[in-house]
């Protein structure tokens, strides 16, 4: 490859403008800006590899430099100075106590110091906040200090109970649309000097429902390394694990190869798993018909949740059909 980093650090927007397919929520939050109107409270949704994070970096930086015409285009320069910068990065996995909370709370209390103008909080995984902690939360989000910013990020909004969702303006960047996706594997294969055929990787990402940027890159990063189509999709952070073979086993319905398979399963790898399950599932429900889509049909809807909303909806059109007709 051109590039010694991987495409997902190479390849990571640094400006609104970049982030592909987000036209409606960059269009809102340069409004919120242009009549300073702007939430203190953000929590961004949405599935593994949507850009969840990138969008809060963006944010906090715009928050942080401010007074252009353009506070979302951000110089180099500001990059480089990104950890100089007030704003605290927080893996929830690690530190998601009420104790935790209290002590980052009481952090915030005290005003920032140059070059920040504001002290910013960008929590990851958020969703694995205890109860306890969420609460802890009610109050400081609901009568934030002017100097104070908090921009929550989850892949499972479930999690989140909703007096503080309530409290929170809601973004989640939409997933890309197959022009986009094509355009993205051009644009990382001019960046990884790959000259081959992309297309077996943009049919791989297609039947596997792959459409967040990030595991979208990812299967690109492998794919360009010689992998095949299929392997480079369904691996993707879960690579101690055959998806292939467990995806069939669990669309056979074969509980005992999948629980051999899925033992070592982490709580970390579920989501990853969980979707690669969806997208097999998925793909084999839109050629199916009569029983066999019906059955598929309703393991989606067991399977699923409110974060997997295109194989849900398939799955609940196809048993709408069901219904209507009188028969599978």
Same mark, same amino acid.
């Given at each position: 490859?051109?590039?010694?980093?991987?495409?997902?650090?190479?390849?990571?927007?640094?400006?609104?403008?970049?982030?592909?397919?987000?036209?409606?929520?960059?269009?809102?939050?340069?409004?919120?800006?242009?009549?300073?109107?702007?939430?203190?409270?953000?929590?961004?949704?949405?599935?593994?590899?949507?850009?969840?994070?990138?969008?809060?970096?963006?944010?906090?930086?715009?928050?942080?430099?401010?007074?252009?015409?353009?506070?979302?285009?951000?110089?180099?320069?500001?990059?480089?100075?990104?950890?100089?910068?007030?704003?605290?990065?927080?893996?929830?996995?690690?530190?998601?106590?009420?104790?935790?909370?209290?002590?980052?709370?009481?952090?915030?209390?005290?005003?920032?110091?140059?070059?920040?103008?504001?002290?910013?909080?960008?929590?990851?995984?958020?969703?694995?906040?205890?109860?306890?902690?969420?609460?802890?939360?009610?109050?400081?989000?609901?009568?934030?200090?002017?100097?104070?910013?908090?921009?929550?990020?989850?892949?499972?909004?479930?999690?989140?109970?909703?007096?503080?969702?309530?409290?929170?303006?809601?973004?989640?960047?939409?997933?890309?649309?197959?022009?986009?996706?094509? +355009?993205?594997?051009? #644009? $990382?294969?001019?960046? &990884?000097?790959? %000259?081959?055929?992309?297309?077996?990787?943009? @049919?791989? !990402?297609?039947?596997?429902?792959?459409?967040?940027?990030?595991?979208?890159?990812?299967?690109?990063?492998?794919?360009?390394?010689?992998?095949?189509?299929?392997?480079?999709?369904?691996?993707?952070?879960?690579?101690?694990?055959?998806?292939?073979?467990?995806?069939?086993?669990?669309?056979?319905?074969?509980?005992?190869?999948?629980?051999?398979?899925?033992?070592?399963?982490?709580?970390?790898?579920?989501?990853?798993?969980?979707?690669?399950?969806?997208?097999?599932?998925?793909?084999?429900?839109?050629? +199916?018909?009569?029983? #066999? $889509?019906?059955?598929? &049909?309703?393991? %989606?809807?067991?399977?699923?949740?409110?974060? @997997?909303? !295109?194989?849900?909806?398939?799955?609940?059109?196809?048993?709408?059909?069901?219904?209507?007709?009188?028969?599978?």
């Amino acid at each position: 490859m051109s590039n010694e980093r991987v495409l997902s650090l190479s390849m990571r927007p640094k400006t609104l403008q970049e982030c592909v397919g987000q036209e409606e929520l960059v269009k809102s939050l340069l409004y919120q800006f242009s009549v300073n109107r702007i939430p203190h409270f953000y929590m961004i949704h949405g599935p593994i590899g949507s850009g969840k994070t990138t969008f809060a970096r963006i944010l906090a930086l715009a928050l942080q430099h401010g007074n252009t015409s353009d506070p979302f285009e951000i110089p180099e320069d500001v990059w480089a100075k990104y950890k100089k910068y007030d704003i605290k990065e927080i893996n929830a996995a690690n530190q998601n106590g009420v104790d935790d909370i209290r002590a980052l709370v009481e952090g915030m209390r005290y005003l920032p110091i140059a070059p920040s103008k504001a002290k910013i909080v960008i929590l990851d995984e958020a969703h694995q906040l205890t109860t306890a902690a969420q609460n802890a939360l009610l109050t400081e989000t609901e009568d934030v200090a002017k100097h104070v910013f908090y921009i929550f990020c989850t892949s499972n909004l479930s999690k989140i109970i909703p007096a503080l969702q309530r409290r929170a303006y809601m973004m989640s960047p939409k997933a890309l649309t197959t022009d986009e996706i094509y +355009a993205l594997l051009e #644009k $990382a294969a001019e960046e &990884a000097a790959f %000259i081959d055929d992309i297309k077996p990787l943009y @049919d791989a !990402l297609y039947i596997n429902s792959v459409s967040s940027p990030g595991l979208v890159l990812q299967a690109a990063e492998k794919f360009f390394s010689g992998i095949p189509a299929t392997e480079s999709v369904t691996n993707f952070q879960i690579g101690k694990f055959d998806t292939l073979a467990i995806c069939k086993a669990v669309a056979k319905g074969d509980w005992k190869e999948s629980a051999k398979m899925l033992k070592d399963l982490t709580k970390d790898e579920v989501v990853t798993m969980k979707l690669c399950i969806l997208g097999y599932m998925k793909a084999i429900l839109m050629k +199916a018909s009569g029983q #066999k $889509a019906s059955t598929m &049909a309703r393991a %989606i809807r067991i399977l699923a949740d409110d974060n @997997d909303m !295109l194989a849900r909806f398939l799955a609940n059109v196809c048993l709408t059909c069901e219904t209507i007709s009188g028969s599978p």
